[in-house]
């Protein structure tokens, strides 16, 4: 479940997620994806928190960041879902670029 906040970070409209997990995937840049992907993996295996950042192209083409932390849920030993938050981390990411160009 998607919370309308966690959407529109996304850019997603309000309900256009429909809570499947590869819809979420389309919008994350391909070069994060996998790195992704294998954190969400990890995550569900060990039990251990996930904590990633990765980009998302918005559908104005637009480019943020995204800062996920989570963790797995499990019933009957199975993975079930993953709880967690998502923090729009781009002003930090771009102030980080900014302050490098000029050392």
Do not use: N
């Amino acid at each position: 479940i998607w919370s309308p906040v966690m959407q529109q970070l996304h850019g997603f409209a309000p309900g256009e997620h429909d809570g499947k997990p590869g819809t979420g995937f389309q919008r994350i840049l391909p070069e994060d994806l996998e790195r992704v992907q294998a954190d969400i993996a990890r995550a569900t295996s060990s039990g251990e928190k996930s904590s990633t950042v990765y980009r998302v192209r918005l559908p104005d083409g637009s480019l943020r960041w995204i800062e996920a932390i989570g963790r797995v849920q499990f019933e009957q030993g199975r993975p079930r879902r993953i709880a967690g938050v998502c923090f729009d981390v781009t002003d930090r990411h771009e102030a980080q670029l900014a302050s490098l160009s000029f050392k």
